[in-house]
């Protein structure tokens, strides 16, 4: 997503080939209706909530409730979160929710391209948002939790295949693996949510 050349959409634009992509379920949505995925290829896969790290060591502030997220929130020194549908989430609806925007804008940033572990990591910043199976891969952070229900997004990951893919038979049956019941145990270690049939 995003405008970055990286994003699927514009490596699509650049005449990138691939059989199979995996993205967000409404951003797949908007390839197909542009001609790019193949319409009826879309295939749900996953579940994405968002969840909290900080820097290996240091404290584990409270987030399990609404109240203590607001806390935790004005309470950090700074506050990372992505340039994906998380951070765009929590720049644009979750502090207005928190009626908090004012105090923690000045302190917060979008981080882009990298994973926001990275720089919570390096110390950069003392907290950092994202999607839970873009945190837990990140060496030397440590997973506080996921946020409260109230104030969580759930994002939905779906495949599909681009118009003009190679091997288009094989990227079905892909899709169809990973949707299977076989593959949920390791979409569940990953820190994804498997999709209820």
């Known amino acids: 997503m995003g405008q970055s050349p990286q994003s699927i959409p514009n490596r699509l634009a650049r005449g990138e080939s691939a059989d199979v992509v995996i993205m967000v379920g409404s951003a797949l949505d908007g390839l197909i209706k542009d001609g790019r995925v193949i319409s009826g290829s879309r295939v749900d896969l996953a579940d994405s909530r968002i969840g909290m790290v900080v820097r290996t060591g240091a404290p584990k502030p409270d987030i399990s409730t609404v109240d203590a997220l607001r806390k935790t929130l004005l309470r950090a020194k700074s506050i990372a979160y992505s ?9 644009n609806e979750m502090f207005k929710k928190l009626g908090i925007e004012d105090q923690v804008s000045p302190k917060a940033r979008m981080i882009e391209r990298i994973p926001v572990a990275s720089v919570v990591a390096k110390g950069d910043y003392e907290i950092g948002f994202q999607q839970v199976a873009e945190l837990l891969p990140v060496p030397r952070v440590e997973f ?35 949707a299977s019941p076989a593959a949920q145990p390791t979409v569940r270690k990953t820190g994804l949510e498997p999709i209820a049939p």
Do not use: C
């Open 83 to 91: 340039d994906s549908a998380s951070g765009v989430y929590i720049k």
């Open 144 to 178: 506080v939790g996921e946020l409260p229900e109230q104030m969580q997004s759930v994002t939905r990951f779906a495949g599909g295949i681009p118009v003009g893919a190679k091997h288009p038979d094989e990227a079905r049956a892909l899709l169809q693996f990973l």
